[in-house]
């Protein structure tokens, strides 16, 4: 990697971007994000009313390069399937260059694969106005408006047939065999001693009603529609997060959240060479899941 001048004061930032185009070239997408974010933390400048600016140092200035570090890290938050922490950083890049296609591109593709087709419209519209002789914005361009017919279309034609089974179901008036005997599910009055059989009548492999499963999954779809699918999580200073890792099919004790501790459960994680886990990590919460994308601890 050729040495990048001494006296530029964003030599550093350039040499971690350059680190995560290696690690991105070879597929490590979570190496690459983390360079790119140190990439993106010393290319950010200082507010003028900082504590150095009192003493008479000049604040730190602003990389005018940062936005290609947010596009970047946005590709790597696409290929991960993080879209939502993609469109937050492509958002970065345009409000760091206004005129910068890349991050144009990365919110069109982040909004068309999150099916939120109006403002991957937008967006890739925009891509094309400002690269209009560019083959991969109008494909994408024309894909997206594809999309938005075939949805129009089949809006038009739609019958009960083709909606969700979740809009047509009638769990009320399915029948159970009167030779169950397992678990009854009832909404709203889930108890630890019918988690307790559900989970004995399942290890026994043995087959919920029907009528219980569907009861379960709908009111699972309620819950989750009156929420927000993202929520931003402050620790404490004193505090700490505790990772429950790999803990499919298994329980996790709920002592380990005491004492302003945060347990986090997390079903898989990838682990690099030097022992720094990335994952998505999910906090379980009576009323929602919180999602803190790409936790970088070690293990």
Not at 37 to 57: F, K, P, R
Not at 148 to 161: D, L
Not at 165 to 183: E, I, L
Not at 262 to 273: F, I, K, P, R, V
């Amino acid at each position: 990697m050729a040495e990048v001048a001494s006296d530029d004061p964003f030599a550093a930032a350039q040499k971690a971007k350059d680190q995560g185009n290696k690690f991105f070239s070879e597929r490590n997408y979570a190496k690459a994000l983390a360079a790119y974010t140190e990439a993106i933390d010393l290319s950010e400048g200082e507010e003028e009313d900082s504590l150095d600016s009192l003493d008479g140092v000049q604040p730190r200035a602003k990389n005018p390069n940062v936005q290609i570090y947010y596009a970047n890290r946005a590709f790597c938050h696409i290929k991960m399937e993080n879209f939502g922490s993609a469109l937050i950083d492509s958002t970065k890049a345009i409000e760091a260059k206004e005129d910068f296609p890349k991050g144009w591109y990365r919110r069109g593709s982040a909004n068309f694969a999150l099916n939120r087709l109006p403002d991957a419209l937008r967006d890739l519209t925009q891509l094309c106005k400002l690269c209009p002789n560019d083959p991969d914005a109008r494909a994408k361009l024309k894909a997206t408006k594809q999309k938005i017919q075939q949805e129009k279309f089949a809006k038009a034609i739609g019958c009960e047939a083709t909606q969700p089974v979740s809009q047509v179901v009638d769990v009320d008036a399915m029948n159970v065999d009167s030779s169950y005997k397992g678990p009854v599910y009832k909404s709203g009055e889930v108890t630890p001693e019918f988690c307790k059989d559900l989970m004995a009548w399942q290890k026994d492999q043995k087959t919920l009603a029907k009528k219980y499963a569907y009861g379960m999954v709908m009111d699972m779809i309620k819950l989750l529609r009156r929420v927000e699918t993202l929520s931003d999580v402050s620790v404490p200073e004193e505090g700490e997060i505790t990772v429950c890792g790999d803990v499919h099919g298994r329980q996790w004790k709920p002592e380990l959240a005491q004492q302003h501790r945060l347990t986090a459960c997390n079903d898989g994680c990838d682990q690099d060479q030097d022992g720094l886990a990335q994952s998505q990590i999910l906090c379980p919460h009576p009323t929602r899941c919180w999602s803190l994308a790409h936790a970088r601890y070690r293990k």
